[in-house]
């Protein structure tokens, strides 16, 4: 079962990311949207109604999930440039999947997170090396997270849905 849950392996939270490895993590963020569009564009609802493991999401659940996820990315990521180590809330990512939206076609998830990444790889290529050692402070992990390291997790947290997915369409 951990396979399934974790099929590309668990992201290592006490690993720091140097400043130089973010550049190809930052051009996999740009890749990415397109790499899962591609991935979904056709999909039909019987696959996109298919959990990825028992008692998972289905693949319209993970792409809905990953907007909502990087949406919040993309405000702590702000918070963090523009604030003092600001404290972001969590939320439960368990039950966002299951509003009412975790139904929709997938169509405006996708979009939300072409635009988002448009944007986040604009600001990340814009920023100075100090600026990636900005912070937030994530009370529900009651931990400290280092942009940088911020966007190796989003690589990783892109990459392990993406093989949800492709586990679901098998």
Same mark, same amino acid.
């Given at each position: +079962?951990?396979? @399934?849950?974790?099929?590309?392996?668990?992201?290592?939270?006490?690993?720091?990311? #140097?400043?130089?490895?973010?550049?190809? $993590?930052?051009?996999?963020?740009?890749?990415? #949207?397109?790499?899962?569009?591609?991935?979904?564009?056709?999909?039909?609802?019987?696959?996109?109604?298919?959990?990825?493991?028992?008692?998972?999401?289905?693949?319209?659940?993970?792409?809905?999930?990953? $907007?909502?996820?990087?949406? /919040? +990315?993309?405000?702590?990521?702000?918070? $963090?440039?523009?604030?003092?180590?600001?404290?972001?809330?969590?939320?439960?990512?368990?039950?966002?999947?299951?509003?009412?939206?975790?139904?929709?076609?997938?169509?405006?998830?996708? /979009?939300? &997170?072409?635009?988002?990444? =448009?944007?986040?790889?604009?600001?990340?290529?814009?920023?100075?090396?100090?600026?990636? =050692?900005?912070?937030?402070?994530?009370?529900?992990?009651?931990?400290?997270? &280092?942009?940088? /390291?911020?966007?190796?997790?989003?690589?990783?947290?892109?990459?392990?849905?993406? =093989?949800?997915?492709? @586990? $679901? +369409?098998?």
């Amino acid at each position: +079962m951990e396979n @399934l849950k974790y099929p590309i392996g668990k992201f290592d939270n006490t690993k720091e990311y #140097p400043y130089e490895s973010l550049s190809g $993590a930052i051009n996999y963020l740009e890749d990415f #949207p397109k790499i899962l569009r591609e991935l979904v564009t056709g999909l039909p609802d019987d696959i996109l109604d298919t959990p990825y493991r028992p008692e998972g999401w289905t693949v319209r659940q993970v792409v809905h999930h990953v $907007a909502d996820s990087h949406s /919040n +990315m993309y405000i702590r990521v702000k918070c $963090a440039l523009t604030e003092e180590n600001p404290t972001i809330k969590g939320y439960s990512e368990g039950d966002w999947a299951n509003l009412p939206d975790s139904k929709l076609p997938i169509e405006s998830s996708l /979009n939300i &997170i072409e635009g988002l990444h =448009e944007r986040l790889v604009f600001i990340f290529r814009n920023l100075k090396q100090e600026d990636f =050692e900005k912070t937030f402070y994530h009370n529900g992990y009651q931990r400290t997270y &280092i942009l940088r /390291n911020v966007i190796a997790l989003y690589r990783w947290h892109s990459e392990h849905h993406l =093989e949800h997915i492709k @586990l $679901a +369409m098998n």
